[in-house]
């Protein structure tokens, strides 16, 4: 034991990279894009027409049984100078204050959406093997992802939340309507240009 | 559980469609009876609406509707520096709080890769099990209350109140402590918690005895729960289902354990507590048999809690020693920097799901290098648990709803965030 415990989280397992070169052998080189590994965590970036392939690949063939989450991601205005908050009409709080960036990183993906599924083995395994993977692909405004519904029936209202928060159409879900924010809801809160101050009151209307 | 191959074939056609997270009714009977069980009704927990259709008593039809609490706290946390996201996080699961700020931290120093000192982990891991019985005892009151027996909420809420005083002994707030901190815990125990502690355990478990026997053999009790709202385990697997909902279906998975533990729990010798059944009585076993865990593994942390700072060194993520800044320019200067701008997180993005006391409870968190994160994805293990309980309450009566309700143990505050 030593004095201080190691901090990466052993949550996620070793890095599966033999998954991603078993879904290359079944898919192609193509099917994989890219290939992400932070902090011990892989990240694989599909081509989005293989998409729902893949991960029914990683359930039946790989053992990916639980799929723990589906993020959406906004990164517009990712590699500006300084992290993109804009000036509103009202109170001025989404400017950009001296917190700010000050690195200009990499651009994260080639589009403005990354939406990724986190996959873990929990029953096919035994207790010291279960591996985490992450799989994402790329969309711009206006493009839809084909849903996982039908693969992972847990991702019902992750991406009914996607569709919510950040807009994304997910092609194929049975139930894509809002589901935290009210059904006539304007805009999608969670984009990177939905103001957090400025907005009209909610009713606050007269009657 | 050894990989089998039953366990990998998934169908592809099955009663997960159209819906899986809703159960519609098969006939267009004009007979049928649509009515809302909240938003606020004392049996949902909180503000979650179920629209439930009704033949007669028996349920055919249930669709949750959430977000009546959305405060929009992901969205928040975005224009805060890490160190004053903290306290946001807590709210969210209000019964489990101390699990939220654990899990926002270990994201964060995931992400920095900064190691904790050893004391700091194994003072989360003492008070990570305090907010588990805090949040199974307002499990069982509520529960209890939900199936008729108003007795056990009192001695539930009595015994909560001597798990909150231990909150408010270590760190002034009796719910949402903020204690935890990037890089270790807030400050080290007072004096005299050990021996408070170690009575709060010693009452807690002639307590458990005591809940055993007000429900344990209670015939009205055992006929309200036994073999109502089965969830199998491939189904549960399926619907992402993870903490004591599905142990209590036969499935050994607990983060504190899986490959090995996280944090503090590394060092504590543990096994995962497993039920059979899957219904609402094992459901309900399950927590109390966890409290007796947590107790067992509390006194154990406090046996063998190691010597040593309680914050990491790192003075470019922990605040300066308060008595630093009467007599160093360079502390002052770090204390400064610290409160106005934070500290900076590499670019990348991490995701760190630790057990919270109703499942895998994980923060993804995407950072751009700078002082503000730049999305945190806050995965609640209520928002995916209530997926499955409309399948569950399939024919059920609908006093059985209110139970299989009660025994899922949702928290709206973590579903709606």
Redesign the interface.
Known sequence: ?S???????????APDQDAGDRIQAAFGAEAIVRRVE??G?L?LDLAIERYVEVCTFL???E?Y?????V?V???LG?TGEV?G?WGGDGRD?NRDS?????????P?GPKRFGVSA?FCK?????????R?L?VRVWVDEGESVPSL??????A??HEREGFD?MGIDFAGH??LR?????ADWGGH??RKDYP?GGEPVQFSDEV | MAATEETKVWPQQDILQPVPSELWPDSDNPDLLEINLGPNHPSTHGVLRVVTTLDGEVVVGVKCEVGYVHTGIEKNIEQKTYWKAIPYVPRMDYLSFFSGETAFCMATEKALELEVPRRAEWLRVIFQELARIHSHLVFLGTGSVDLGGIALLFYCFRARDEVLDLFEMACGARMHPRYCQVGGVAEDLPKGFDRRCREMITFMRDQIEQYYELIGANPIWLARTKGVGVLSPDFAIRMGMTGPNLRASGVPYDLRSANGGYGGYRDLDFQPIVEQGGDVHARFRIRIEEMRQSLDLIEKALDGLPEGPVMTDDRKIALPPRHELHTSMESLIHHFKLVTEGFEVPAGEVYAPIESARGEFGFHLISDGSARPWRVRLHGPAFVLLQSFAKLCEGVYLADLIAILASIDPVLGDVDR
């Open positions: 034991m004095d201080v415990l190691q901090i990466n989280s052993p949550t996620w397992g932070f902090r965590e990240t359930r039946d063939q053992g049984d639980l799929l723990s989450d993020t991601v906004d990164y990712y992290a908050y709080i001296h917190t700010g960036k000050r690195v200009v990183p990499e994260a986190t929990v029953m096919t395994v035994t207790d010291d093997a279960h985490r992450r519904v039908a693969v992972y029936p847990s019902d209202f928060m049975p139930n809002r589901i935290i924010m009210p809160p969670q957090i």
